[in-house]
């Protein structure tokens, strides 16, 4: 059974930062797209970052030059997100595109929820 689980949210005041891990398990053969998405309360899920198999990373505008998205070789996926602001404040989820025994297809882990205090 293929899993993705994420860690690393939690509180931090403004300008702080956190970085989020997303691990994945099961039986595996590859990952080719990873990304990083976020859902604020009362706003719709949106795209925060994402990184394609060769490496190739893409950032929402209002992330740009304060997340920094990675990936290793070991099926796990980082967001190192710094000078945090209030706007956020979100569940972050992971998301990955799997080609696994009998289980292809898209994955998403089950969130992390990250606050942020002004």
């Known amino acids: 059974q293929v899993q993705l689980v994420e860690s690393g949210g939690g509180l931090v005041q403004a300008g702080g930062s956190l970085r989020l891990s997303c691990a994945a398990s099961?039986?595996?053969?590859?990952?080719?797209?990873m990304g990083w998405y976020r859902r604020a309360p009362g706003k719709q899920r949106e795209l925060v970052a994402s990184i394609t198999y060769g490496g190739t990373t893409n950032y929402a505008d209002s992330v740009k030059g304060r997340f920094t998205i990675s990936r290793d070789n070991a099926q796990k996926m980082y967001l190192q997100m710094d000078d945090l602001t209030s706007e956020d404040t979100a569940v972050y989820y992971c998301h990955a595109e799997i080609i696994a025994y009998g289980a292809t297809g898209d994955y998403w882990g089950q969130g992390t929820q990250v606050t942020v205090s002004s």
């Open positions: 099961g039986s595996i053969l590859r990952i080719t797209d």
